[in-house]
């Protein structure tokens, strides 16, 4: 089941905490410092296009399974890159057995699978599990490559 709610995220330069929602318009900042936070959401078949086809950072989306072992090693990865690039990107995590009309339009034949979007095209795809330095250089080189 997707989240849609806001969650709570600490702000990685202050400490404080701020409210981020689900999807809202721009990036998400605290309210105390002004820093980018990191944007961390889980989405579904209901709730993704709003979710991340309308985001304004570029969309990270992990395409995951719970029985996946290398799904499970690669979350904390990508959760340091999407802090690492707060206000760049915005990390949406998909269960594809809670979304297969997901899994079903992106293809998805391995888990975990990776994409990345820009206003909703897929600009950048891969397969597998990596380390987070690997991880980012590819999302820092793909994004490089839009501006």
């Known amino acids: 089941m997707a989240v849609s709610t806001s969650k709570p995220v600490a702000c990685d330069r202050c400490g404080r905490?701020?409210?981020?929602?689900a999807s809202a318009e721009g990036r998400p900042k605290c309210g105390n410092c002004g820093a980018p936070l990191p944007w961390i959401v889980d989405a579904g078949d209901d709730d993704f296009a709003e979710i991340a086809e309308k985001a304004a950072p570029f969309v990270l989306v992990d395409l995951w399974a719970t029985w996946c072992g290398p799904c499970r090693m690669v979350s904390p990865a990508l959760e340091q890159v999407a802090h690492e690039l707060a206000g760049q990107v915005k990390l949406v995590?998909?269960?594809?057995?809670?979304?297969?009309?997901?899994?079903?339009r992106f293809q998805?034949?391995?888990?975990?699978t990776l994409l990345l979007l820009d206003k909703g095209e897929?600009?950048?795809?891969?397969?597998?599990?990596?380390?987070?330095?690997?991880?980012?250089?590819?999302?820092?080189e793909t994004i490089a490559g839009r501006r």
């Open 108 to 112: 998805v034949q391995a888990v975990p």
């Open 122 to 140: 897929v600009i950048a795809r891969q397969a597998g599990a990596a380390p987070a330095h690997v991880l980012r250089t590819w999302v820092e």
């Open 17 to 21: 905490k701020n409210r981020v929602p």
């Open 93 to 104: 995590k998909v269960d594809i057995d809670q979304a297969p009309a997901l899994a079903q």
